[in-house]
């Protein structure tokens, strides 16, 4: 769902968002001043905030010290409700078979980990959460074998680069495996990272890996 607000200066203010369901995903623009998105994951929690640069998660929450609810999501001062400034919010929740929100755990090696959507994805998007790193948005219809696996083409809407082939995934049908080590999809062993995939079929297919 789209949400549109102007700020109020109160912390921890409610702002219903009429999704019926808790979301899993919230990115919010200052529609008035030249600042960062601010995104909420709901692998990281309230207690930390991602914004669409490089850097890591950042302690302070923009999303107030209340998680989002099935009729509310909550922001804060500073960051998602100044006084007088227009903000949007894009706001999405987990559908089964057609999106789903969550973290795993690097190994920085090529037979990297093997992620559980319960569909076959169209399009990822990956951030490292806890580190100095671009992220990572790639979709089925570009790669280097021409939208077969290894799903290869990145692009990064964090920045204004190019397209770069050094982050290689095979989409499978009930999920997405990560076929390379280190780079900005499986780097430092241990490293937790987000992702946000949406499914090429908008419905749940077999769960055995092609």
Do not use: C
């Not at 899993?24 to 529609?31: D, G, L, S, T």
């Not at 990145?154 to 095979?170: L, V």
Request: proline residues 4%; glycine residues 10%; charged residues 10%.
């Amino acid at each position: 769902n789209i949400v549109t607000y102007t700020g109020t200066g109160v912390n921890n203010r409610a702002i219903s968002h009429n999704l019926g369901v808790t979301p899993a995903f919230i990115m919010v623009k200052n529609r008035d001043a030249a600042y960062n998105w601010d995104i909420y994951h709901q692998s990281l929690g309230i207690g930390a905030t991602l914004i669409f640069t490089t850097a890591a998660t950042r302690n302070a929450s923009a999303f107030g010290t209340t998680a989002p609810t099935s009729s509310n999501f909550y922001t804060q001062d500073q960051y998602t409700n100044t006084n007088g400034n227009k903000y949007v919010a894009y706001l999405f929740a987990e559908v089964p078979g057609f999106s789903k929100f969550g973290s795993y755990t690097a190994n920085a090696n090529a037979d990297g980990p093997f992620i559980y959507t319960g569909f076959r994805p169209k399009f990822v998007i990956i951030k490292a959460s806890g580190m100095i790193q671009e992220w990572i948005m790639n979709d089925a219809t570009r790669s280097s074998a021409g939208g077969t696996n290894p799903i290869n083409i990145t692009m990064q809407p964090n920045s204004n680069g190019s397209e770069s082939s050094a982050n290689d995934i095979d989409y499978l049908s009930n999920g997405f495996k990560v076929r390379v080590s280190g780079s900005g999809v499986n780097y430092n062993s241990g490293q937790t990272y987000i992702y946000a995939a949406f499914a090429e079929s908008p419905f749940v297919l077999n769960n055995r890996a092609r």
